[in-house]
């Protein structure tokens, strides 16, 4: 007497409803001013600020040092996609800061 299939139902619990995680996520894309692209996958309700920090960690800048721009605007922490209106695919700019570039002093 054997037992075919052994039990093994670990990771068939996962409760897997296709519209309704479509609904709440959406995927963007920071791309850098090198042309370097990352993508993520957040909450339509989750602050834009855990994509921030995440984009600096991973490619190693200071969140300070760093600009996010959608739609020509710069974006702020504690927006949401959902306020923003951002569908999924939309694109996020990621611009060093700039200092300098008046006329120096003689």
């Known amino acids: 007497m054997s037992a075919?299939?052994?039990?093994s139902g670990a990771g068939q619990e996962?409760?897997?409803k296709p519209?309704?995680?479509?609904a709440n996520h959406i995927?963007?894309?920071?791309?850098?001013?090198?042309g370097n692209e990352v993508f993520f996958r957040i909450k339509r309700s989750t602050q834009l600020r855990k994509l921030m920090m995440?984009?600096?960690?991973?490619q190693s800048v200071d969140?300070?040092?760093i600009a996010f721009l959608f739609d020509g605007?710069?974006?702020?922490?504690e927006q949401t996609p959902d306020e923003l209106e951002m569908e999924d695919g939309d694109e996020i700019d990621a611009m060093l800061h700039?200092?300098?570039?008046?006329?120096?002093s003689p």
């Open 73 to 77: 605007r710069r974006l702020r922490g």
């Open 27 to 34: 995927n963007l894309k920071v791309k850098g001013q090198d």
């Open 98 to 104: 700039q200092t300098g570039g008046g006329y120096g």
């Open 19 to 22: 519209g309704s995680d479509q």
């Open 54 to 58: 995440a984009y600096c960690d991973r």
């Open 14 to 16: 996962e409760d897997k």
């Open 63 to 65: 969140f300070n040092a």
């Open 4 to 7: 075919v299939g052994g039990g």
